[in-house]
């Protein structure tokens, strides 16, 4: 299994970046797919998720209104678009799945994680 994340860099605050994950060697309608973030010094935290076939999606409470999350079931992708994004965005981003029902916000309950990419917002 491979989770590949793509889309991060800098980027000012208040600005916006789309996040992708592309992953093979599993059956992607299986999984729930999970975006969470690590920042220096800080435990990794739960940014979003969506169920297999994407109609239930969940946000960590600091990401609603600004997060929106999609996954392409016929690419095998999915992806984090984000807006309005602040300072304390700044974080290393990582793409995960999960063999379960329901989405989980704990990173225990995820099987398979990408590499994670920089995502750096400066005032």
């Known amino acids: 299994v491979q989770l590949v994340e793509s889309g991060g860099g800098l980027v000012q605050a208040g600005g916006s970046l789309r996040l992708s994950c592309a992953a093979s060697g599993l059956t992607f309608t299986e999984y729930v797919m999970g975006w969470f973030r690590q920042a220096p010094g800080k435990e990794r935290e739960f940014v979003a998720g969506a169920s297999q076939y994407g109609t239930v999606t969940s946000f960590a409470d600091p990401m609603k209104g600004r997060f929106a999350i999609s996954r392409d079931n016929a690419k095998n992708t999915v992806n984090l678009q984000m807006n309005g994004l602040k300072l304390e965005d700044t974080a290393v981003y990582y793409c995960?799945?999960?063999?379960?029902?329901?989405?989980?916000?704990?990173?225990?309950?995820?099987?398979?994680w990408g590499q994670g990419t920089q995502v750096t917002v400066s005032s």
């Open positions: 995960a799945s999960a063999l379960r029902v329901g989405i989980s916000n704990s990173a225990s309950d995820y099987d398979y």
